[in-house]
């Protein structure tokens, strides 16, 4: 949680004392404790967690990645996806590609919701600031940010009818 809790508390422009007033701290300990998450000295409870991201503006979710320290933690990531949720790796022509074995699942949706909003930015009907706040507020269940409006942009119609299935 330590460098994502960092990186979104900096994305957000509020300093560790305004996030840490903002969830209960006093202004004596605010910054103190903030940091204290931020090196990893410390681990904030459930209760704390849900509370920091609900003061940056952001799910739960986006606080918590896996350690990817470097290419080869990616790769067991990758590994433990196949074993969980079905991830597989294909060739199409000249590209390596990650592919849901079931297309009718949750998961699949999720990637659908995520390849959407990613379309919508490649065409310009939103910028990266909207984009990244989708990313960082997505929660599957939740109906905010979900699937904007792509009717008007031929452009959008065209990226992604080419390449959903």
């Given at each position: ?10 994305l957000?422009?509020?300093t ?19 940091s204290?998450?931020e ?12 509370s ?27 590994f ?19 592919r849901?074995r ?16 990613a ?12 984009y990244?706040e ?32």
């Amino acid at each position: 949680m330590n460098s994502r809790l960092k990186y979104l508390r900096t994305l957000r422009g509020i300093t560790q004392r305004q996030l840490g007033e903002a969830v209960g701290f006093s202004k004596r300990s605010a910054d103190i404790r903030i940091s204290q998450y931020e090196s990893g000295d410390r681990s904030p409870k459930a209760q704390l967690k849900a509370s920091i991201a609900k003061a940056l503006n952001v799910s739960p979710y986006a606080l918590f990645v896996p350690n990817i320290a470097d290419a080869n933690s990616l790769m067991h990531l990758l590994f433990v996806l196949e074993d969980t949720f079905g991830l597989s790796i294909a060739k199409d022509n000249d590209t390596v590609c990650l592919r849901l074995r079931d297309r009718n699942g949750r998961i699949y949706q999720m990637l659908l919701d995520w390849y959407e909003q990613a379309a919508l930015l490649s065409c310009g009907k939103i910028d990266r600031m909207a984009y990244d706040e989708w990313r960082y507020s997505y929660e599957a269940d939740q109906e905010t940010f979900k699937s904007q409006d792509m009717e008007g942009s031929a452009a959008c119609q065209e990226i992604i009818s080419e390449e959903l299935p």
